[in-house]
């Protein structure tokens, strides 16, 4: 499915692959079953400029645009989840924040140590009380002369605890309609009062850091201020529409990755005198799983095209995070299933994709959230 993309963009994918081939895949079991954080990996990531993908040149990134973004993210996802949503997290909505909303100084500061990897960037909105209804967070900054005071606390955030500054979305004003009374705030993970819980047990993406965050009084000055002073919930939509982008390339890399096993599989394992891939039942699996994800990945690179367009890409974005990750899930699960009672175990990879990608439902909003964005925009017109 490579006929849309451009030599440069086929390039990277090879590149991106090799790299995930080489260093990613022969350990990634390995991490998901210690539930630990590669730390070794990041300056190898940082290497080849993963994480700094859509950081201009001038602050040390690689200045590509956010279909290499999605494609990245999707060939690191093909073997393995967990560091598709690290990259996917660093690159778009951490420091994809400070890249769309930052002052020439925030730039400066943090994109450069964030694409040589010095820095992961982690991105805090959600709460303990609030996810899908994310305008109805608690956590409250106040002004404290040219300073800020930041309290309250955040769930699920990715690069929590091994992140070297974190964006935080608090609440400035309580008089006026929740979303119009949001600020984003960049905030360094030692600053007083910025702490990590332990790591959440998860069911996928195990090795991938994800923790609750308290954050007690943390003092920030006003320089840390990211964007307008009660603008941040509407500049958070818009680095969502991207994240979202990143998060169906994420279920297509897992999708493809766990075809390619099931192909495999197929045609290696027999029953009653044949192969398994002679039987039609699994036939049609296959055959379903590859029209699905190239579907996907059309309405993925779509959404990433009108973004490097500068073209509006909400609904896009939406319906391609939709498709895909309900597409790949059934994908990984039927791979599964061809694999009988052995992809039930540990000794194949399929089992993991499974449980990786079902974040891709969940997370940056589930898939209930994309049809409401999906038909309220269809509603609207
Ligand atoms: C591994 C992981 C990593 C994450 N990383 C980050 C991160 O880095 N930063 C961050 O800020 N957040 C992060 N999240 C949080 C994630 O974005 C939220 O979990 C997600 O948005 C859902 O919110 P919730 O868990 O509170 O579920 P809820 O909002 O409580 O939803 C529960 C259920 O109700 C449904 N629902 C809610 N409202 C409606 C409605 N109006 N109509 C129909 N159904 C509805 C939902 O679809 C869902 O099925 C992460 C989550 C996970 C699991």
Redesign the pocket.
Known sequence: MDFELPETHRLLRDTVRDFAEREVKPLAGEWDREQRFPHEIVPKLAELGLLGIKIPELYQGSGLDMLAYAICVEEIARVDGSLA?TVA?HNG?GTGHILAFGTEEQKQKYLSKAARGEWLA?????EPG?????AALKTSARRDGDHWLIRGS???????SVGGFCVV?ARTRFDVPAQRGITAFIVETTTPGYSASKK?E?Y??RA?D?VEITLDDVRVSDAQRLGEVDAGFRDTMRILDGGRVSIAAMALGLGRGALEMAVRYAKDRSAFGKTISEFQSIQFMLADAKTGLDAAALLTYRAACLADRGQRFTEEASMAKLFASEVATKVCNDALQIHGGYGYTREFDVERHLRDVK?CE????????QR?VIAKNLLRE
Do not use: H, N, Y
Not at 130 to 134: A, I, L, M, P
């Open positions: 949503l997290s909505l982690a991105w805090a909105l959600t609030s996810g899908s209804d994310s955040k769930m699920f955030i990715t690069q929590g979305l959440l998860k996928g993406c991938s994800t974040l969940i997370g940056e909003g589930t898939s209930q959230v409401m």
